[in-house]
């Protein structure tokens, strides 16, 4: 089955910056969209970012100017750079990838486990 493996979470001071990537694999034939969400304890997921195959990002407007996605193709890669962090930014980051398998020949989004991202001043 498709599988998404993040990494690069971790403890940050305020100011700081944090690279996360997540990686795809298993029997991909292709990926549509992939993004970033983050969730913090006691409330819902909130999307962060996205970027579909064309390369086109959109993110949200919590982030304030400070995220940045990118995608490598052709290694079914997702990253989000976080800089000036803050303490809000405190949560646990899941990537997402909207994935036809050759197991099931439909689209279906899958889920990373998420990495903890942590602010300290």
């Known amino acids: 089955q498709v599988q998404l493996v993040e990494s690069g979470g971790g403890s940050a001071k305020t100011g700081g910056s944090l690279r996360l990537s997540c990686a795809a694999s298993g029997p991909i034939v292709t990926i549509g969209n992939m993004g970033w969400h983050r969730q913090t304890p006691g409330n819902q997921r909130e999307w962060v970012a996205i970027?579909?195959?064309?390369?086109?990002?959109t993110l949200a407007d919590s982030t304030q100017g400070r995220f940045t996605i990118s995608r490598d193709i052709a290694q079914n890669t997702v990253y989000l750079q976080i800089v000036n962090l803050k303490p809000e930014d405190t949560a646990v980051y899941y990537c997402?990838?909207?994935?036809?398998?050759?197991?099931?020949?439909?689209?279906?989004?899958?889920w990373g486990q998420g990495t903890q991202v942590t602010v300290s001043s």
């Open positions: 997402s990838a909207d994935v036809v398998s050759s197991v099931t020949r439909q689209m279906a989004t899958v």
């Open positions: 970027m579909g195959s064309n390369g086109h990002a």
